[in-house]
Nanobody
Framework: EVQLVESGGGSVQAGGSLRLSCVASGSTLNNYGMGWFRQASGKEREGVACISMNGGTAYPASVKGRFTISKDNAKNTLYLQMDSLKPEDTAMYYC?????????????????WGRGTQVTVSS
């Protein structure tokens, strides 16, 4: 089991940028598939980015071209660069991991979760 702690959330205006970080402890991320998810008030949790062990990535159409996921195995840290933010990106953002996992945008693809960091985008 790996422990995950997210940071980097905050309040920004539409068009702005934020970079989220997820620091892992208890295990190295070299052998983990990782993902970022978000959950807006009253809505289901949805995947916004994933990265496989070999670096393959995937994004849903809603964020493709605006969000970029990356992983620094040496720092045991996952990142989500979010540009051109929109009010509809407002949500709690969660980091997730699965040992030997593939890149997937479904919550069922992941076993370990952080507690989240809030992102609020104002118009």
């Amino acid at each position: 089991e790996v422990q995950l702690v997210e940071s980097g959330g905050g309040s920004v205006q539409a068009g702005g940028s934020l970079r989220l970080s997820c620091v892992a402890s208890g295990s190295t991320l070299n052998n983990y598939g990782m993902g970022w998810f978000r959950q807006a008030s009253g809505k289901e949790r949805e995947g916004v980015a994933c990265i496989s062990m070999n670096g393959g990535t995937a994004y849903p159409a809603s964020v493709k071209g605006r969000f970029t996921i990356s992983k620094d195995n040496a720092k045991n840290t996952l990142y989500l660069q979010m540009d051109s933010l929109k009010p509809e990106d407002t949500a709690m953002y969660y980091c997730a991991a699965k040992l030997f996992g593939l890149c997937g945008l479904n919550t069922r693809n992941f076993d370990d979760w952080g507690r989240g960091t809030q992102v609020t985008v104002s118009s």
